[in-house]
C-alpha cells in the first residue's frame, strides 16, 4: 500500500468515527458539514469514487429519493447528490448489506483532526465550561474545622 493510498484509508476511518457519532448527536450539523465538506474535497481531488444512487432508507415527506454513494478507500457513505449526479450516475436501487464498513479504533477528536488537517481548517478551541473568576479554594466555608463532628452516644 502507497503511502497515499494508507492517507485515503485513514480519511476513510475519520469519515466513519465523524459520520457515526454524527447520526446519535443532539446537534449533528458541525459533524456532518465536516463530512460533506471532506467528501466534497476527495472527490473534487479524484481521492473518491461516485458509485452510484441509492434510494433512501428515510423518505422525507413520505417520497423517495436518492443518496449518492461514494467510495472513500475500503469505506462507503451517502451524501446528497447533485442534479449533475442524478443524470449521469447509475441507479443501483434499494440499500442493501454489501457495502458495508469495517470498524475502526478512532476517537472522535482523532477523526476530527485528521479531518480538520485534510481541509487545511483550524481546530476549533473547545468552549469554557465555566466561569474564569471562580476560584475553588478561595470559596467561604463554614466556621466549623471539618474534623469537628458530634460523636455517637452508646
Known sequence: MKDSDQA???IGQALFIVNRHAKTAPDPTQLYRLKNETMKKLIKENKAIKVGLHFSNNPKQSRQHSVLLVQVGNYY????PNKEDMDTLPHLGQLNDSYRNQKPTLSLNKAKTI???YLNWSVPKPAKRHNPNYKPF?????SLSPFYHKRKRR
Do not use: A, K
Not at 457513505?77 to 446528497?80: A, G
Open 77 to 80: 457513505f451517502h451524501t446528497p
Open 8 to 10: 485515503i484509508e485513514r
Open 138 to 142: 478561595l470559596q467561604q466555608t463554614s
Open 115 to 117: 479531518l480538520f488537517d
